[in-house]
């Protein structure tokens, strides 16, 4: 169903990778809700990735870009402003990677070198962004920017390693950055912090199904499906939410709030 959300909305998605994808599921609600759209990832993306055929279904052009790339995003916003026939209203910053977990490094055997390029992909690249756009006035008034996060910010889950660091570091950057943005154009900056969702970047945390798994018994509404998360991020691209900003939204079903369920209680006592 379609509420025109977005209608007259030009916007940018970035890790769109395959239907998994939390920004595949929201460039979908998007352009169902009118918006027009560009979409981004990285080469090597393009390549292994399915973007070319989301790129059929929501009629958007696709641009090669490394998210850590100042000389990319640049090229980036050019192409989409061209397109576009002007500025952008929303964003979504939908990216993130930890070479850590990927090499099988756990957090006390961190390396360093590794953990730099964590933080450039998955909390930097959101001030590179942002940083872009405001270089090159490239946000309509009121824009609005959403990223991706998780409550493994604010609470430790061992396993999440390192990203645990790279996502408070991502939330401090929608903090500052909001702040600066808001002040100079009105563009707002949230983070959502979804729950356990079974994506290719999801699936790489050790343990997954059973992560996901006690989520959803600890959620008294469930978890949040990648279909849900979608369904917000289209609010919060639209002119409804323009007067929220650098906020961390939860959107869990509630888990962040909770301290146990009667469900959790019973398997405990087995
Ligand atoms: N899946 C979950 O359980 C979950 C929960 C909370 C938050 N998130 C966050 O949601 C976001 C999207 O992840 P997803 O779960 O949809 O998985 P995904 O693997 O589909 O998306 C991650 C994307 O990041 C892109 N990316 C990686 N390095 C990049 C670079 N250098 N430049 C540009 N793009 C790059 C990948 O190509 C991919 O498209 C991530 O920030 C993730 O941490 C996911």
Redesign the pocket.
Known sequence: MSFNLLKGKKGII?????E?????KTAIRCHEEGAQLVL???P??LRM?QINKLAEIVEAPVFA????NMDDLKLLFEGAMKHFGGGIDFILH????SLNVRKGKSYTEMDYGFNQKTLD??SM?LHKVLRTAWDMDALNECGSVV????IAAQRIFPDYNE?ADA?ALLESVTRSFGFHYGTRKKVRVNSI???????????G?KGFDGF?HFADKMSPLGNAS?EDCANYCVTMFSDFTKMVTMQNLFHDGGYSFTGVTQEVIDQMGK
Request: neutral net charge; aromatic residues 6%.
């Open positions: 970035f890790g769109a990778l395959d998994k994808s939390i920004a595949w981004t990832n990285t090597m993306a990735g870009a490394d998210v850590t939908s990216v993130g990677m992909i998955s690249s990223t991706l996060t998780y990203m996502k912090s979804q729950s356990p969702t079974a994506t290719t970047a999801g699936s945390v996901q990648g």
